[in-house]
């Protein structure tokens, strides 16, 4: 019997710490492989951590609440075997960080140091920690915890009133949830002049943002600023992929077992289109401009909620038909049952959002960042057009769809952009009608 070390495993791009959830399993169990082990809360996602043995939870070495770095021990298991043969690494799969992941992590560390030191300069009674989070009197606050407290408006006052059940009292990321829903319930007294009434004057109601709503708007406030946005625009005829899609969709079902929308097939021919512009599939760090050699789509997706999600389909370009669909409603389905992990949403390069969903005939969407282009594909409609035939032209009844894109004009030119635009729209135009299921 040997004891090996649990390390926190890497939670997805940028990610260099989490803080402890909940443990779901206590010393002395008995743990399998890919179990489920603990909880942990990154500025990503909520997400279970399996373990990495097989053996039995000998000794817990982080608590509730704490902040603790990707590659750091967090409990030790009893193994069958030598202890060197059964060493954890904690990032196996992983390379050795290179010159853009130094950057990336550079830039996390810059902006919790500008969150924090923003923190401290509205109360100069709390004293500022980038790498360990932020302490008044003695007591900690974890950098998630500082994070819920600057969105939800939360004063010092309220924060020092606030019970934590974490080790030495420490506020938890669920401490701080429950206060946040306590407070919407009940008023609270917090020296503000502003209402916590749910209405002012009977007419309008007030309704607090939630905190995917908050980093959302953050979000694209940030990308805004970063990136001067150009839009162009195209309309495509889609009537040949219309047609092929409504004769194959039954069989596609009966096949397959899954339904195959248009998202799958958009995807495809934005796939193909940065083949031929790389230089759309970048990302930007100062005055260097980054290429990256992955194609990660990512899709924006509405939640239940009414807030939105952009999970990525990981090296989209080796997919076919068959794999995109199944990638395309299994993360649809996690995203809104709320199963996503921090790696669905890490590394994409490209993003797309299909607003015909909603009706929507055109769109100009916000980049997500560090990206430097998204696409949005409108509502297909029936339209009447001019068709070219060798007799001559023609009034014929075609289903048409506008494709907007959106790129960063400080990386991205007229000509690149709008070219890109005009291939994707070309590779669905061109689709195949003769096309075998694959």
């Known amino acids: 019997m040997a004891l090996v070390d649990m390390v926190m495993p890497k939670m997805g791009e ?6 402890i959830i909940s443990w ?6 008995r743990i399998e492989a890919d179990d489920s082990v603990l909880e942990v809360a990154t500025d990503k996602v909520d997400t279970e951590v399996p373990s990495s043995h097989a053996g039995i939870l000998k000794e817990i070495l982080v608590n509730d609440g704490d902040v603790v770095a990707i590659g750091s021990p967090v409990a030790r298991i009893e193994v069958e075997g030598n202890a060197e043969d059964l060493s954890a690494s904690p990032t196996p799969d992983s390379p050795p960080f290179g010159e853009t992941e130094e950057q990336d992590v550079a830039s996390v560390a810059a902006k919790l140091e500008d969150d924090l030191s923003q923190i401290s300069s509205r109360n100069p009674e709390i004293r500022t920690d980038a790498e360990t989070g932020v302490s008044e009197n003695n007591r900690f606050y974890s950098p998630l915890v500082l994070s819920i407290v600057k969105a939800e408006g939360i004063s010092q006052a309220e ?12 506020i938890t990321k669920n401490d701080i949830l429950a206060y946040v829903e ?24 007030i309704i607090q943002m939630d905190r995917m709503r908050k980093m ?12 001067p946005h150009v839009s162009s625009f195209v309309e495509t005829d889609m009537t040949v992929l219309v047609q092929w899609r409504e004769r194959n969709k039954k069989t596609f079902q009966q096949q397959y077992g899954e339904n195959i929308t248009y998202t799958p097939l958009l995807i495809e021919a934005v796939v193909k289109a940065i083949r031929d512009f790389p230089m759309i599939n970048i990302s930007v760090n100062g005055d260097t ?17 009414g807030n939105l999600i952009v999970p990525v389909i990981h090296n ?43 009706g929507n005939v055109m769109g100009t969407p916000i980049i997500v960042q560090p990206q430097v282009a998204i696409m949005a594909f409108g509502a297909i409609e029936k339209k009447p057009a001019v068709i070219e035939t060798p007799q001559g032209d023609l009034i014929g009844v075609r289903q048409k769809m506008f494709i907007s894109h959106s790129y960063d004009h400080r990386v991205v030119d007229g000509s690149l952009g709008g070219q890109f635009v005009k291939r994707v729209s070309d590779y669905l135009e ?8 694959v």
């Open 14 to 19: 940028s990610i260099v710490e989490c803080t």
């Open 24 to 29: 779901l399993k206590k010393p002395g169990d």
């Open 159 to 170: 924060l020092a009133s606030i019970k934590g059940t974490g080790a030495e009292n420490r």
């Open 182 to 205: 306590k407070r919407k319930s009940e008023p609270v007294s917090t020296g503000a002049s502003f209402p916590k009434a749910a209405s002012i004057t009977g007419q309008n109601d």
């Open 216 to 227: 959302i708007a953050e979000r694209m406030v940030e990308s805004k600023r970063i990136a």
């Open 289 to 305: 401009i980054i290429v990256k050699k992955a194609i990660n789509i990512g899709m924006a997706v509405a939640l239940p909620s």
């Open 316 to 358: 989209a370009d080796q997919y076919n038909l068959v794999g995109l669909t199944r990638k395309v409603n299994d993360l649809s389905r996690r995203a809104r049952e709320n199963k996503l992990t921090a790696d669905d949403l890490a590394n994409g390069t490209y993003t797309v959002s299909n607003i015909g969903t909603f």
């Open 430 to 437: 061109g689709f195949d009608p003769d096309r075998k299921i």
